[in-house]
């Protein structure tokens, strides 16, 4: 199918990364794009760049996204917002478990039961949540993401048993590591920040990009509508999951 057969999407974190590029990629074909983020700024800089509607809100105010949702009559819900945090439970501050669970996984549900009943009524629809190699694999990453990606990859199998019989299409993309800004934001976020984060994860190695990340989203929209293509798990071709860990006492 051609993508603007799907008239209208939302898109969340399009104020930067993987959310601004799927942004770009879908105005190009044609779709009304509606982009969320905080960053009021920058999703003025999106809107004049791409056509987008921009949308400055906290994902965390479930009010706001009551007043906004049911009224557009999306066809593509894309979850792309997110955020990490550094260390593991161990050192966890009530904010990081907070921001992660409130983000990653409470944001994406109250979305969907927004989104998705205009949806059956339409008998048209796509979900496109990111979740991440962390849903999927143990590695030494914050374990609260870990657990709200897990949550992630359970919630886009569920709809599919809650839509059954209805054209809903539901499209995990689980990336390993991307090049944006999401390590920055745990330094600080400041452009320095920034630098520093990209200096410590990317330099030197061969990370996917927003470009490759958007390319597996517009695949999975692309497909004929009778194809959903449930879980894309990309990954950098140097780098592995799993690996065994056995500790030295
Ligand atoms: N980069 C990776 O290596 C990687 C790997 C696997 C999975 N992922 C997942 O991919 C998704 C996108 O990540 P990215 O790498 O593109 O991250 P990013 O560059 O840090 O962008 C995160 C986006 O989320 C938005 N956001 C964060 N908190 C928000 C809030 N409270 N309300 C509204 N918007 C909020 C940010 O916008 P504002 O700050 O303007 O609000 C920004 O647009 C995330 O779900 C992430 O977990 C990333």
Redesign the pocket.
């Known amino acids: 199918m051609t993508i603007s057969e799907y008239g209208k999407a939302l898109v ?9 590029k799927l942004v770009e990629r879908l105005t190009a074909e044609g779709v009304e794009v509606h982009a ?4 009021a700024e ?1 999703l003025e800089q999106l809107a004049e760049r791409t056509g987008a509607i921009p949308h400055a ?4 105010d479930t009010a706001q996204l009551e007043e906004l949702i049911p009224s557009l009559e999306i066809d593509i819900l894309a979850n ?5 945090r550094m260390g593991n439970i161990l050192d966890s501050s009530r904010d990081d478990l907070d921001a992660l669970v409130d ?2 996984l409470t944001a994406v549900l109250h979305l969907v039961r927004l989104a998705l009943p205009g949806m059956v009524e339409r008998n048209s629809g796509h979900i496109v949540n ?4 962390a849903a999927h694999y143990n590695f030494f990453g914050h374990t609260a993401y870990h657990a709200t ?1 897990a949550a992630i990859h359970q919630l886009s199998r569920q709809i599919r048993n809650d839509t059954l019989g209805k054209r809903i299409r539901v499209t995990e993309v689980s ?4 090049e ?3 390590f920055g ?1 745990n330094l600080g976020g400041t452009p320095e920040a920034i630098a520093a984060a990209h200096k410590e994860y990317f330099e030197g190695y061969e990370s996917l990009t ?1 470009q490759d990340v958007t390319d597996a989203i517009m695949f999975a929209l692309r497909m004929p509508r009778h194809v959903n293509v449930g879980l894309l798990e990309l990954m950098p071709t140097f780098q592995v999951p799993g690996g065994l860990t056995f500790d030295r006492q």
């Not at 969340?12 to 959310?19: E, K, Q």
């Not at 990336?175 to 991307?178: A, E, I, K, W």
Request: hydrophobic share 40%; proline share 3%; charged share 20%.
């Open positions: 969340t974190g399009a104020s930067t990364g993987i959310g601004a969320i983020a905080r960053d920058r809100l906290d994902l965390g792309i917002a997110g955020v990490s983000i990653n990111i979740s991440s190699i990606k990336p390993g590591r991307v944006t800004e999401i934001r927003t």
